[in-house]
């Protein structure tokens, strides 16, 4: 949380620019808190405001991608449009119908994790759970689990049990499932979801990944086509109003109604996030000028679980300081960008024009090649309700973080995007609900050529999550006999050990190492 500012109300006169003509007008900006969902909000305070792989796949099915409907058969992709509910702000969910007799529950959508699991017990932030002892097809596997997360973790135990999804695949489905029996910061108030479901590769399961994950066991057992595209339609609406957005997710293939243009494809560096390659970042269309190892460390993923924008702590630094500079709004304060504090307008006003353009490159399936997917203001200068009643507030659609780039949903809500597992490529295509005020808030562009950056920005030593826990264990196993070790040493007997005379120099010298687990 941010201290809270004194400084008195001022109004500041902006000089602005719109093509050749420049304009001089007074936009009021007000700065306040956040509101945590189910409060009230503060008073605000006034102050100062200062031809690449793109394609256009043709109907039907092509190594293994899946493109139109079959109503008679498993997939209807129609009728997986607008299966989805929610906003950027608490995420995007699913209805699920879980055991026998069926238990409804909404369940968000997150490519950034690899589990399937549900309330199991009441929880005063979630308003249904999932009963196993009313299910007479659940099955435990008596195995306990645990996942964290960005932000929260659960611990719960599996089991598998039948699902079907209402505006899904046709038919019922065996799924490794875990019920969440304790939980911190996962359910949070105010959100309207029930569970997770991990769509990402099987590496990321927890315990193990000898655990199948749903996507999995709904390829092996519907043998449906091991793709999924993802729509969010959240653009420029408040990211936790009252109501919900839509959006679509669907399963086995792509839906043409979804997108316009063409799909561009990216490959899939690595099967455990959805690993992706950054080639640079551009704001207004001026080039950060980073290396572009800056935006892969240690690994740029694709997340529909993420609200925000999320950038290594050098690159976020860097953008922000270039919005700064090449947004109307000269002076500005610290805590808009740190996401300690919101930004408010009178709401005849739309400060959406007073910030630039953001671009992302990434690698084409054509190495040699790249594309930009770009996103106007209006998806990372986000509104929020619930701020008096003659201000709209808005925050930084932006944050920092310690060990990843993630295209989280600041992004996505601009585009269709496509997670073609079979061919290990992520599409992005414009969303036709990416839309505010009647003009598209998203664009693709593309081909640019890529010898102004290295061959290979994304580091050749990956240390998967895996890895890391054996490094974990190796090196508590090497302090446990060290620290045994010393134990038997201080349990010689005095008679053994030196005793040390006035002539003697003992020099001690002492250091802490604090580590961080993450």
Known sequence: MGTPLAAPGLLLLLAGTAGLCRAFFSLPLRVSHPVAPGGSPPAPVVLRPASGSRQQDPLGGADGLALASDPGGTLNFLAMVENLQGDSGRGYYLEMLIGTPSQALNILVDTGSSNFAVAGVPDPDVTSYFNTKLSSTYKSQGIDVTVKYSQGSWTGVLGTDVITIPKGIYGSYTINIATILESENFFLPGVKWHGILGLA???????????????????????????????MCGAGLPVSGSGTNGGSLVLGGIEPSLYNGDIWYTPIKEEWYYQVEILKLEVGGQNLQLDCREYNADKAIVDSGTTLLRLPQKVF??????????????EFSSGFWTGSQLACWDKTERPWSLFPKLSIYLRDENSSRSFRISILPQLYIQPILGIGENLQCYRFGISSSTNALVIGATVMEGFYVIFDRAQRRVGFAVSPCAEVDGSPVSEIEGPFTTADVASNCVSSVSFHEPVLWIA??????????????????????????HRYTDNDVVNDESSLVRHRWK
């Open 201 to 231: 590769y099987d590496a990321l399961a927890k315990p193990s990944s000898s655990v199948e994950t749903f996507f999995d066991s709904l390829v092996r057992q519907a043998k449906i086509p091991n793709i999924f595209s993802l729509q």
């Open 317 to 330: 630094s860097v953008v922000v300081q270039a919005i700064a500079r090449t947004s109307l709004i000269q």
């Open 472 to 497: 974990s264990y190796a090196l508590m196993s090497l302090c446990a006999i060290i620290l045994l070790v010393l134990i038997i040493l201080l349990l010689i007997p005095p008679r053994c050990q």
